[in-house]
């Protein structure tokens, strides 16, 4: 039986190094698993009101595993849910969710110092046409 889970990776749609990423896992999740919406987005919004998460902060990412099965528990935020996007990606990428094994309070603070500096390194994101037009329909906002 095909796994009918449908993964979804919510980032900050104004932030350069997040669209970066996202565009990192479009070109190398060849089985077109990992799906994506921005925070602000109204589908970011919505499930961050329903997990009682923060509507506001942008300054972390949420991985949900599966989209239509929302459990209060079954999200990732920051290096857990970038690990977990990885291991859904499955191939070569899966590796770098045995990072998990270090613990989250070792590398979520690294996560936090990059994520205060990104904009000043990075940029804001400005909306532009996807390199793979196909890619769109994995998006379920932009």
Not at 110 to 129: C, D, H, M, N
Request: with cysteine; net charge neutral.
């Amino acid at each position: 039986m095909p796994d009918s889970r449908i993964p979804v990776l919510l980032y900050d749609g104004e932030c350069g190094l997040c669209n970066a990423v996202v565009r990192f896992i479009l070109r190398h999740d060849r089985e077109g698993k990992v799906h994506f919406a921005p925070l602000q987005s109204v589908p970011g919004q919505e499930y961050l009101r329903a997990m009682g998460l923060p509507e506001d902060d942008f300054d972390s990412l949420v991985f949900v595993p599966d989209w239509g099965r929302k459990d209060k528990d079954g999200y990732r935020l920051r290096t857990s849910g970038a690990l977990a996007a990885f291991a859904s990606m499955g191939g070569p990428w899966a590796v770098f969710s045995r990072l998990s094994a270090v613990p989250t309070w070792i590398r979520d603070p690294v996560y936090k110092l990059i994520s205060k500096t990104r904009y000043a390194v990075f940029g804001e994101y400005e909306l532009r046409p996807l390199e793979n037009p196909d890619w769109e329909k994995r998006f379920l906002a932009r």
